[in-house]
Nanobody, 124 residues
Framework: QVQLVESGGGLVQSGGSLRLSCAAS????????MGWYRQAPGKQRELVAT???????NYVDSVKGRFTISRDGAKNTVYLQMNSLKPEDTAVYYC??????????????????WGQGTQVTVSS
């Protein structure tokens, strides 16, 4: 099995910064992509940023120029540096990873996994 553990959420004033981290562990052979999604109260979960192994990051338009996604392949960890935060960035942020995992003598996947979520609150 694979687990994703997020950290770094919290309360910050408008214009402030936070850095989220997400570490994947378990029966991992490789991770093809990692990303961050968010869900605000009463809204659907939306993609914030993704990064593929060796690829170019992809961002939703509303965070371009303010957020930066990065990845440490050796640690199976993805980061989200969030600058110039706005009240509309308030949401629960979820980490996602597409994982090729060990299953007995075989590799399976990629299969998507989610973290438990971390709350980000931006006050005006």
């Amino acid at each position: 099995q694979v687990q994703l553990v997020e950290s770094g959420g919290g309360l910050v004033q408008s214009g402030g910064s936070l850095r989220l981290s997400c570490a994947a562990s378990g029966s991992i052979f490789s991770i093809t992509a990692m990303g961050w999604y968010r869900q605000a109260p009463g809204k659907q979960r939306e993609l914030v940023a993704t990064i593929r192994s060796g690829g170019i990051p992809n961002y939703v338009d509303s965070v371009k120029g303010r957020f930066t996604i990065s990845r440490d392949g050796a640690k199976n960890t993805v980061y989200l540096q969030m600058n110039s935060l706005k009240p509309e960035d308030t949401a629960v942020y979820y980490c996602n990873a597409d994982v090729i995992y060990y299953s007995g003598s075989y590799y399976r996947g990629p299969q998507g996994y989610w973290g438990q979520g971390t709350q980000v609150t931006v006050s005006s």
